[in-house]
């Protein structure tokens, strides 16, 4: 089955960069999208199709994709980015969507 | 901008059925792919399947297919999932979630409906 693998915690200080992952082989030919959730609520769209941003979403959040890993990053960390994130792909194979196992982001 | 508003939380016994809704407001259901996903507390995010109601397309996913339905009513711009013989481990959030057409990303989200299955 199709895996998306991402660590499960990444702890920040405030004001550093936090880099998320997602692997999976040759995950680089898919478009990779990011959702932020924070407890109670559900997901945001943070960036969509690799590395686009919703025009409501701070320019702190970028994306990048190449060979077998997809990176969420966010800058100048705030204290409000403290979230589970999660991964998602388009599985054109199977016709389904696909999510990441999620991380934990805490602002130190 | 997109509104979706789900039905309220529900209580089932195992063996049951339960429907959720999502109405959608500020635009139709026909421009977009409608995703429902599932949460088990403490978890990740499953994607149970779509409905594409411009086409009249259902995909589900493997691990619900034989239990659940979703569907679209566009007279009333309304997308549902019904899930059947309920147990335990469908204890969960589950969320309705939107799709341009020109993306496999998941726009719009619905506020989340909670589920419980308890004998």
């Known amino acids: 089955s199709y895996v998306l693998t991402q660590p499960p915690s990444v702890s920040v200080a405030p004001e550093k960069t936090a880099r998320i992952t997602c692997e999976r082989n040759?995950?680089?030919?898919?478009?990779v999208h990011w959702y932020q959730q924070k407890p109670g609520q559900a997901p945001v769209l943070v960036v969509s199709d690799n590395s686009d941003r919703p025009s409501q979403i701070p320019e702190r959040f970028s994306g990048s994709n190449s060979g077998n890993t997809a990176t969420l990053t966010i800058s100048r960390v705030e204290a409000g980015d403290e979230a589970d994130y999660f991964c998602?792909?388009?599985?054109?194979?199977?016709?389904?969507?696909?999510f990441g196992t999620g991380t934990k982001v805490t602002v130190l | 901008q997109v509104q979706l508003v789900q039905s309220g939380a529900e209580v089932r016994k195992p063996g049951s059925s339960v429907k959720v809704s999502c109405k959608a407001s500020g635009g139709t259901i026909t421009s977009y792919t409608i995703s429902w996903l599932r949460q088990a507390p403490g978890q990740g995010l499953e994607w149970m399947g779509r409905?594409?109601?411009?086409?009249?397309?259902?995909d589900y996913a493997q691990n619900f297919q034989d239990r659940v339905t979703i569907g679209a009513d566009k007279s009333t711009n309304t997308a549902y999932v019904e899930l059947s013989s309920l147990r335990s481990e469908d204890t969960g959030i589950y969320y309705c979630?939107?799709?341009?057409?020109?993306?496999?990303?998941?726009?719009?989200w619905g506020q989340g409906t909670l589920v419980t299955v308890s004998s």
């Open positions: 998602q792909v388009w599985d054109s194979d199977t016709d389904h969507y696909v």
């Open positions: 979630a939107f799709s341009r057409q020109s993306s496999s990303s998941l726009s719009y």
């Open positions: 409905v594409i109601p411009i086409f009249g397309i259902v």
């Open positions: 040759n995950i680089g030919s898919k478009s």
